[in-house]
């Protein structure tokens, strides 16, 4: 059966989850690039710290699998320890990896190897809603050790559409070493009969 396409009836669906407290597992920590203007409206390049984090399906709880985006900026005016960690507030990163389990007193090469142990620890963060720009968004306010410190997280699967199976690349490819096993010459163009 069929249907027509109304775009009166189309809506979108509400990304912004409740406020309060979601046990969830670190899924990817990421420095990225962000342009932005100064006061006299010239380009600037600065940089950002994004944090995505799953919300654990083994933790009874509402939006399972659903997503949580934290995101930590550079300090206008960095202390030393602030330096220590690319310019990011040294105990907003410190809060971090206490929440997220990982052993005090530990030295670290660089943040990026900091970064890369953050990745599948659990921690409970807990959202706001604030106003930006006439819109209300979730915030991190908070982020805590877990709870639930056993993770029996299963990864979302995702599934295969014959859509998007049509872009995927093939994998195997023939040889190109000819094997001239069990072929025949082929006559010319000159002695087939058509």
Same mark, same amino acid.
């Given at each position: 059966m069929g249907f027509k396409s109304n775009w009166n009836e189309a809506t979108q669906g509400s990304s912004i989850k409740p406020e309060g407290d979601y046990e969830c597992l670190i899924a990817k920590?990421?420095? *990225?690039? $962000?342009? =932005? =203007?100064?006061?006299?409206?010239? *380009? /600037?390049? *600065?940089?950002?710290?994004? /944090?995505s984090m799953v919300i654990r399906n083994d933790v009874e709880q509402n939006y399972k699998n659903g997503y949580i985006f934290d995101t930590l900026w550079k300090k206008k005016e960095p202390t030393n320890a602030d330096l220590q960690v690319k310019g990011y507030s040294y105990g907003q990163i410190m809060a971090l990896g206490k929440a997220a389990g990982l052993p005090d007193g530990?030295? $670290?090469?660089s943040l990026e190897q900091?970064?890369?142990?953050l990745v599948n620890k659990p921690m409970r963060v807990t959202i706001k809603h604030e106003e930006y720009n006439g819109k209300t968004q979730e915030r991190?306010?908070?982020?805590?050790?877990? *709870? $639930?410190? =056993?993770?029996?997280? /299963?990864?979302?699967?995702?599934?295969?559409?014959?859509?998007t199976a049509y872009a995927q690349p093939?994998?195997?490819?023939?040889?190109?070493?000819?094997?001239?096993?069990?072929f025949t010459d082929m006559p010319l163009d000159d002695d087939l009969p058509f």
């Amino acid at each position: 059966m069929g249907f027509k396409s109304n775009w009166n009836e189309a809506t979108q669906g509400s990304s912004i989850k409740p406020e309060g407290d979601y046990e969830c597992l670190i899924a990817k920590v990421e420095e *990225k690039e $962000y342009n =932005t =203007t100064d006061s006299n409206g010239n *380009k /600037i390049v *600065k940089n950002k710290l994004n /944090i995505s984090m799953v919300i654990r399906n083994d933790v009874e709880q509402n939006y399972k699998n659903g997503y949580i985006f934290d995101t930590l900026w550079k300090k206008k005016e960095p202390t030393n320890a602030d330096l220590q960690v690319k310019g990011y507030s040294y105990g907003q990163i410190m809060a971090l990896g206490k929440a997220a389990g990982l052993p005090d007193g530990k030295e $670290y090469d660089s943040l990026e190897q900091f970064c890369g142990e953050l990745v599948n620890k659990p921690m409970r963060v807990t959202i706001k809603h604030e106003e930006y720009n006439g819109k209300t968004q979730e915030r991190v306010s908070w982020r805590n050790p877990t *709870k $639930y410190p =056993t993770v029996k997280h /299963i990864p979302k699967q995702t599934t295969t559409n014959t859509a998007t199976a049509y872009a995927q690349p093939q994998q195997n490819y023939a040889s190109a070493q000819p094997t001239n096993q069990g072929f025949t010459d082929m006559p010319l163009d000159d002695d087939l009969p058509f």
